[in-house]
């Protein structure tokens, strides 16, 4: 379910805000999304994923969430 995805900058560790949402670490993950560090991924985003089947992704499963990571 594409609802679940998370977008995680590339400024960003992914493990830190892994651990960050697990812990429901509040102020952390309130400032992300207010400086769009995290977020859902926009129609475009997804429409360019779909169209290039090579872009490759770093993952981590926070249930209920997958956050994921743009690679080079």
């Known amino acids: 379910r594409r609802d679940s995805l998370i977008v995680v900058s590339p400024d960003l560790d992914l493990l830190d805000v892994g651990v960050a949402i697990a812990s429901d670490n509040v102020p952390y993950v309130q400032r992300w999304i207010e400086e769009a560090l ?7 985003q997804i429409s360019a994923w779909d169209q290039n089947q090579s872009k490759r992704f770093t993952a981590l499963i926070v249930q209920p969430y997958v956050l994921v990571q743009e690679m080079g």
């Open 38 to 44: 995290i977020q859902k991924p926009s129609p475009a």
